[in-house]
């Protein structure tokens, strides 16, 4: 039985749980592989985040759970957990992951990107602005202000006139004044 504060955790304190008992190493190294295709979630080598801590990640799911049609979703989730737990070495995967066919990994990828500010993720950015979903339009207007250089702002300038407004919204404030 899972209990109440892991279910009401929120994905942060879920990743933090991970890191605990798995190390950070561990598991930014795991997160990274899964994203690169270099790790199958399921693997008994690898780490089980459904049981890790005693269930302190469920959320999850369960590998058995996936099928081709939604084998993507652990790719999300290691993503997700990298929004919270990092290590710079898993920038080539990260930025990798912003050209997966899977678009909520493209987009969760971008949101890593721009927390983090992955080297790299800006000119990967500049095609995810043309992307078919507006959520990867968006987060990729947010690594283009988070980290883009002059080079990017014409891409964000063209996110101004997006027929989404959450795109347009995302342009806004990547192309506006910095409170850093």
């Known amino acids: ?58 959320g999850w799911g369960a590998p ?23 290590d710079e070495r898993c920038s080539v995967d990260v930025v990798a992951g912003l050209g997966d066919p899977a678009w909520r990994v493209r ?3 971008a949101k890593v990107a721009a927390r983090w500010e992955v080297a790299g993720a800006a000119d990967a950015c500049l095609v995810l602005v043309d992307d078919a979903v507006s959520r990867v339009r968006a987060a990729a207007a947010r ?9 990017h702002t014409a891409a964000a300038v063209r996110l101004l006139d997006d027929a989404d407004v959450s795109v347009r919204a995302a342009a806004e404030r990547a192309l506006g004044p910095r409170d850093r």
């Open 1 to 58: 039985m899972v209990e109440d504060d892991v279910l009401w955790a929120t994905p942060g304190e879920r990743a933090r749980a991970a890191a605990d008992a798995l190390g950070d190493d561990a598991l930014t190294a795991w997160c990274a592989a899964l994203l690169a295709g270099r790790a199958s979630w399921g693997d008994p080598a690898d780490p089980d985040p459904h049981w890790v801590g005693g269930a302190a990640v469920d």
């Open 64 to 86: 058995d759970h996936l099928d081709e049609r939604t084998a993507y979703w652990a790719r999300v989730w290691a993503a997700r957990t990298l929004l919270y737990v990092w």
């Open 107 to 109: 987009e969760m990828c």
């Open 143 to 151: 690594v283009l202000g988070a980290m883009g250089d002059s080079e």
